[in-house]
């Protein structure tokens, strides 16, 4: 804003021309910043397309990597975490089962529960999706979810057996929403369940399966929460 009251002297030649020089500062200014924000977005989008085109491979989790996500941020916010770990935990969420992308089809997409041998190899997508994200820069920080959102409270879960806060905060409320979301989804070997059945199911392996804290929040958000219909 410039102003000048009738008081004072007018504009001269050099006012103007400093004026100017300060307009086209802060105009490159915005410029730069409304760039590195449509990148981010672009970038954001390409993540999850990605998501998505992942889950084409497999017929029955179709909407599981948005609803994961839109479950995860929603545990965050409640959270309050900071801005960076959210960002990261959008960034995250869609990409978690990015290693099912070198899982055999035959494995993938059985429509019967997996023998004891399908089940290692089905695991092996946790590692897989750890290798594949820290190897593009701009993912590796999120290559611990991808890894780690089967571990479980206790140590008892996979690959790595970590417990308790071992377990990357964000694998951790990535963990609960996606349990949420398969328990809550039909599958060829089983019914899904209803948010109120699945809610009581998760409380009873606080502590177990899943960090309490966490838990604790996800619970609170029950009736704000729409699973797959």
Same mark, same amino acid.
């Given at each position: 804003h410039l102003d000048r009251s009738s008081s004072e002297l007018p504009f001269g030649p050099a006012d103007l021309a400093f004026a100017d020089a300060m307009a086209a500062q802060v105009s490159a200014g915005i410029e730069g910043v409304m760039?590195?924000?449509r990148q981010r977005e672009a970038f954001l989008e390409t993540v999850n397309v990605l998501g998505q085109v992942i889950?084409?491979?497999?017929?029955?989790?179709?909407?599981h990597t948005m609803r994961v996500t839109a479950y995860a941020s929603k545990i965050g916010e409640a959270m309050k975490l900071p801005a960076d770990l959210l960002d990261l935990l959008r960034l995250g969420a869609p990409l978690h089962?990015?290693?099912?992308?070198?899982?055999? +089809?035959a494995i993938l997409r059985k429509q019967a529960a997996l023998t004891s041998e399908e089940q290692e190899v089905m695991r092996g997508h946790t590692v897989l999706g750890d290798q594949i994200l820290r190897s593009h820069p701009g993912l590796e920080k999120v290559a611990a979810i991808a890894r780690s959102h089967h571990e479980r409270h206790d140590g008892q879960g996979y690959p790595d057996r970590l417990a308790g806060n071992d377990i990357p905060l964000l694998a951790r409320i990535v963990a609960v929403a996606d349990a949420?979301?398969?328990?809550?989804? +039909?599958?060829?070997?089983?019914a899904r369940l209803s948010v109120s059945?699945?809610?009581a199911l998760m409380e009873r392996e606080s502590g177990r399966q899943f960090d309490p804290e966490i838990l604790r929040v996800f619970l609170g958000l029950a009736p704000d929460l729409t699973p797959t219909t």
């Open positions: 760039l590195v924000r889950e084409l491979r497999d017929a029955y989790t179709g909407g089962d990015i290693g099912k992308i070198g899982i055999n +089809d949420f979301d398969a328990i809550t989804t +039909d599958r060829p070997y089983r059945e699945a809610m």
